[in-house]
């Protein structure tokens, strides 16, 4: 018998507050800065077939989620009979091939949910880990060649064996990280996110029944599959292309890395053909089909309206073509830390391409993710004092649009991520802030301005190893219709002195105390 429409949308809106309500208690127990400052994580609810119901505010993830209940179902059973799945059963996965997560760095736990001996749901979270070992401090390496350099891999296993820890799990996990109290801490804090999640879901089915949530599942992700072929349908038939490039891959530094897109639109069914882009690079620039679906995913939701309810009923909608081993689907081994980079760009040429489409909706391009950095403080010995990783994701700034300028000092498009405060970085780590600003004109220059970049400038108190990763060093941010560039990235040495230094866009480097840098 169908759910009434009326219960299928309290039932969305109790989802949706549950994944709030996980979210803010993994906020509120965060160990690391980059879970408690920078937000870099998702909790999510999802359908027993490991379909999305309501977007998580770290849209990026979204996509993921489906993958990696995919494989957990091939492993351990499939749909209502999941033979392998308890009752109590915690997974973890951090594996960007056997789980599609978007780096080695990501690790997600994910909880199957039962009622009256079926499964009917799952709850999930993804979320970066402070260090997972590897050859670099802070595991995200802008020169590693193959994931096994970017630190341990997971593939879906079981932490918890029907409510029961797996101990040997988690000293494998300690004894492969620089920082076994932020990681285990942090996934402590995951897990309890995820029971929450599950316990609501239990009562859910308590109050409603088990199989009328089920079924209004399944309404939640139809309705929002008619809305969007309704809003797919307003696209003319066509077909056109776009490209771009990012700086390097971080190994091939004299090498632009070609991302290329064909769409299609014949009836409201779009095409992505990605089979123009590079190979897939030596260096950690590739990406997994999870993040292009996002990438696409994000791109047409903004195009044809903000509003559209997501949920994975888009997977039917869209179709996507790729080369063999590129550097959008790229095969194991290849490195993938820098991902982020190459999302971000791939945004820029995707709405390039749909803008003919839809003409005056797309923005210029971004600043990109802004890069990232991690400081590895050591103490008077040299050697690396625990809990000691500093770890900082910067935003950059939107492009402009054909009727206002870019936000300024935002973390652009999928990410929604938050920059560490001051206060933060200062009072926890030996390291000042000398300035913290917005960038005089290095927004490009047009009818409407981009928005504007910052600038943060680091003084060291302690010896630190840091790694920094970031792109448009070389190629800047371009503007359309005759617009010009916004500025490029740079990471500078003692900046203002007479011994100022412009660095590479991916480099780690061992500094004394006294050192100054900007980014």
Known sequence: MAVDPVTVQLLRNRVASVMEEMDFRFYRSGYSTIVRESRDFSCVIVDRRGRLLVAPWMFFHAPVYFHLIGRVLELYGADDLADGLEDGDVIVCNHPYEGNMPHVSDMAVVAPVFHDGALVAFAGSIAHKADVGGTVPGSTNGQATEM??????????????????????????????????????????????????????????????????????????????????????????????????LDHDGIDTDTPVRLAVRVTVKEGQPTFDFTGSSPRTRGPTNLRIGLVEACVYYV???????????????????????GDNTVVNARPPAPVSSYMKTCQKL?????????????GRAIANSGGSGGSIVVAWKGDDGVRKPRANQYGIFGSAYGASPVGDGASGASVHLANLFIAPVEIIESEFPCRINRFELNPDSGGAGEYRGGLSFVREYRLEAPAAVVYRSDRAIIP???????????????????????????????????????????
């Open 148 to 245: 096994f350099q970017e630190g341990m891999l997971l593939p879906p296993v079981k932490l918890h064996r029907a409510g029961v820890p797996d101990a040997d799990i988690e000293r494998l996990i300690a004894a492969n990280t620089r920082a076994p109290e932020l990681v285990l801490g942090d996934l402590s804090g995951q897990i309890g996110a995820i029971k929450i999640g599950r316990q609501q879901v239990v009562e859910m089915c308590e109050r409603f029944g088990g199989t009328t949530v089920g079924e209004a599942f399944d309404d939640m992700i139809r309705s929002s599959g008619e809305e969007f072929r309704a809003a797919l349908a307003t696209l003319p038939d066509g077909t056109n292309e776009a490209d771009g490039f």
């Open 300 to 322: 047409l939701i903004g195009m044809l309206d903000p509003d559209l309810r997501y949920s994975d009923a888009i997977r039917d909608l869209v179709a996507f073509e790729f």
């Open 347 to 359: 945004i820029d040429v995707l709405l390039q391409a749909l803008d003919p489409f839809l003409p």
């Open 477 to 519: 941010p371009s503007g359309p219709a005759g617009a010009l560039p916004g500025g490029k990235s740079r990471f500078v040495l003692a900046p203002g002195t007479a011994d100022a230094r412009v660095m590479p866009s991916s480099c780690r480097l061992d500094l004394d105390a006294g050192t100054t840098f900007a980014v």
